[in-house]
C-alpha cells in the first residue's frame, strides 16, 4: 500500500480509490488505518449472485 501511495503522490495525483467487498472485513480495517473512507457503493453480479463492492478514497495532500 505504501508503495502505491507514493507512486500516486509522485504522479501528482490528489487521490486514490479503491474498491472492496462489502463483507471483506479484514480489508475494510486495512484500508481504514491506511486513511480510506467509504464515498459510495457498487453492485455486480457475480454468476448468479449480486455483490456489493464499497468504494473508499484517501486525500493524498494531507499528508
Do not use: C
Amino acid at each position: 500500500m505504501q508503495q502505491a501511495i507514493q507512486i500516486a503522490k509522485a504522479d501528482h495525483k490528489q487521490k486514490i480509490w479503491l474498491g472492496v467487498w462489502e463483507h471483506n472485513e479484514p480489508a475494510k480495517g486495512f484500508y481504514a488505518k491506511w486513511g480510506f473512507e467509504q464515498f459510495s457503493a457498487h453492485d455486480f453480479v457475480m454468476g448468479d449472485d449480486r455483490q456489493t463492492d464499497l468504494l473508499m478514497i484517501k486525500s493524498l495532500t494531507q499528508d
